[in-house]
C-alpha cells in the first residue's frame, strides 16, 4: 500500500519501513528472470478454490493452486518496470475468466534501481492470456481528470459490469463505466468535513446497493448511500488503526482488517467485537507486519494478505493456520521471486481470494 510510505508513517518507523523495502526490492530483482504469462502452464486455469494473489513488489498477480504452485502470472517480475507489469500491485480479482486488477506504482525510495519510483496509476482488466482488454488510468501520469487515477488500491466489480475504483491518492470513491465516464463518486455531494475520506483503502457494494469503504486513515469503517450519506460507522470502539479493508459478512457482521494493529478483527451491528486474530504474535513476525486483506471463506476460515511478513495465510476459526503461501517468517527477510510456486517466496502480497468464493465479497 504505497499510502504507508508516503503519508501514514513518519520518523523511526518510516525509515525502518523504506529500508526493508530497498532491501527486499533490490534483492529480489537480480533473481529469476519473468516468464511471460503465455509461457506459464495454465492447465487448472480458472478452478474454483485456487488463489489469487496480488504479490505487490514483484510487480504481478499470480494464481496458485493449494499447494502453492503457480499455473497463471500476469507480469513479468520484479526486475521489469514497464506497463507490460502492474507495478506494486495491490489488488485483483477474478472476474469470469478475465482478471480485474488495481496497479499502483512504486514510492520513491523502494527500489535501489528506481530512486524516484514508478508511476503505474491503473486498473487493468486482461484476458488469460495476458491482453489488457479495458484499462481506465494512465501508466507513468497522475492526475484526478477524465481517465486519470492517484494511486488506485483497489477495484471491485459489479453486477452491472461498472468497476467501483478506490482511487486513494484522490480520497474518492468513483464507479466507472465501460466507457470509462465516472457515473458515481464519493464524497461527491457530501461537503461535511467530517464526512470526507482520508486515504480511503477499499470500497465493496452491498446487498442494499450501500458502499462498504475501508477510511484508512480516519480510522474506521464507513457504510454510505448513493445519496452521499453515512449510515453507519463501525471502529471496534475505536480502536482501529489504519483499516486497510472491510467486508460484510452473510451473518450481517463487518469483517476488518486493522493494518496498524497487525489484527483482522470482526465486529457485529452494534461494533462490538466477537472474533479477532493478530498476525504478529510469532517471534520472527516482523514488529509491525501491515496485513492488507483478509476475506472470510465460504469454509468459514479467514484468507490473510499478512504483508510485511511475505506470505498469504488460510486461519480457522480456532486461530489455526490451515494453509500458508511464502517462505517461513525471519523478521521480513524473507521475501523471494519464483515462476513455479509460491512456497519459494512472494513479496509484500497485498491482496489474496480464492477463486469463486465471494463470501463477504461484492459478486460480478
Not at 452521499?228 to 469483517?255: C, M, Y
Not at 478483527?265 to 517471534?283: C, F, H, I, R
Request: hydrophobic share 35%.
Amino acid at each position: 500500500m504505497i499510502k504507508h510510505y508516503t503519508n501514514h508513517f513518519t520518523g523511526a518507523w518510516r525509515c525502518v519501513f523504506i529500508a526493508v523495502g530497498v532491501v527486499v526490492a533490490a534483492g529480489v530483482s537480480a533473481q529469476v528472470p519473468a516468464l511471460t504469462p503465455d509461457s506459464l502452464p495454465n492447465k487448472g486455469f480458472n478452478k474454483h478454490g485456487n488463489i489469487l494473489i496480488a504479490d505487490q513488489f514483484n510487480n504481478r498477480v499470480i494464481e496458485v493452486e493449494t499447494n502453492g504452485d503457480i499455473i497463471w502470472q500476469f507480469g513479468l517480475g520484479p526486475g521489469d518496470l514497464s506497463d507490460q507489469s502492474p507495478i506494486g500491485c495491490n489488488d485483483a480479482e477474478r472476474v469470469g475468466t478475465k482478471t480485474l486488477i488495481a496497479a499502483t506504482g512504486l514510492a520513491p525510495g523502494l527500489d535501489a534501481a528506481v530512486p524516484d519510483g514508478a508511476v503505474d496509476n491503473r486498473v487493468l482488466l486482461v484476458d488469460s492470456s495476458g491482453n489488457i482488454v479495458w484499462q481506465y488510468g494512465q501508466f507513468g501520469e497522475t492526475g484526478d481528470g477524465s481517465n486519470l487515477l492517484n494511486t488506485p488500491v483497489q477495484c471491485t466489480a459489479l453486477p452491472n459490469n461498472n468497476v467501483l475504483i478506490t482511487d486513494q491518492g484522490n480520497n474518492r470513491i468513483i464507479e466507472v463505466n465501460m466507457k470509462k465516464r465516472i457515473i458515481w463518486q464519493y464524497p461527491g455531494s457530501n461537503t461535511n468535513a467530517s464526512d470526507q475520506l482520508n486515504s480511503p483503502n477499499s470500497a465493496e457494494q452491498l446487498g442494499n446497493g450501500h458502499i462498504l469503504i475501508s477510511d484508512e486513515n480516519n480510522n474506521r469503517v464507513i457504510e454510505v448511500t448513493r445519496a452521499d450519506k453515512i449510515v453507519k460507522t463501525f471502529s471496534a470502539g475505536g480502536t482501529v488503526e489504519g483499516v486497510a479493508f472491510a467486508s460484510r459478512l452473510p451473518n450481517g457482521d463487518t469483517l476488518i482488517t486493522d493494518s496498524d494493529n497487525a489484527r483482522i478483527v470482526e465486529v457485529n451491528s452494534k461494533d462490538a467485537v466477537v472474533w479477532q486474530y493478530y498476525t504478529d504474535t510469532d517471534p520472527l513476525s516482523f514488529p509491525v507486519p501491515l496485513p492488507s486483506r483478509a476475506v472470510r471463506l465460504r469454509n468459514g476460515n479467514t484468507l490473510i494478505s499478512d504483508q510485511i511478513n511475505n506470505r498469504v495465510i488460510e486461519v480457522n476459526k480456532a486461530k489455526d493456520i490451515v494453509a500458508y503461501y511464502g517462505l517461513p517468517l525471519d523478521d521480513g527477510n524473507n521475501a523471494g521471486y519464483d515462476t513455479t510456486t509460491t512456497q519459494n517466496g512472494i513479496n509484500w502480497p497485498y491482496d489474496a481470494k480464492v477463486i469463486g468464493d465471494y463470501t463477504g465479497l461484492t459478486s460480478p
